[in-house]
């Protein structure tokens, strides 16, 4: 029986510690890819916060890689004191550049503690995705009658070029070699 026990430990023991370096090789994950069939993944970009001067913007992104030119499903949501019921308009700034949000689609309001939760959704291209994750772009606000500029914290950098290296960079090259 003892003759049993050790190689049967020590299969265990090499499963478990080869499947725990496996999780510690690869980097922190700030997204989320979906193997949808053999040629399309569908990536999530895991919520990214803005801040501004009094509210907060958290921000996500989805897509799939099928074309260089598929929509990127953007929702947002900002967190206010201020009863906010609509926003009138949104950008990304881009130096002097700017990538509107054209038809925002009001998902839900909600009131978590003291601040109200307005959830919107839009549709960017991947082209626009690759430059706000590039160049880390700021995001203008009009609402309530003002203009909120929300920039993204130093860990929401960290997250932005991550994306732009792990998952646009890289699906960028594929579909240039595939052409």
Known sequence: ??????????????????????????????????????????????????????????????????????DVTTNYSILTRNRTLKIDSAYFLLNSDKIRLKSPKKMFIDKKSKNYVIRYSNIINFEDLDQITLKQASIIAYYNDKQHIFKPTKNSKKILTSAQEDIIDIIKINKQNED
């Open 1 to 70: 029986m003892k003759k049993f026990l050790f190689p049967i430990f020590i299969i265990v023991f090499s499963i478990i510690f080869s499947c725990k370096s496996m999780r510690y090789s690869t980097p922190k994950s700030y997204f989320v890819v979906y193997y949808i069939n053999d040629s399309v993944n569908q990536y999530f970009i895991k919520p990214i916060l803005y801040k501004s001067k009094k509210d907060n913007l958290i921000i996500d992104f989805t897509f799939r890689d099928s074309t260089l030119n598929c």
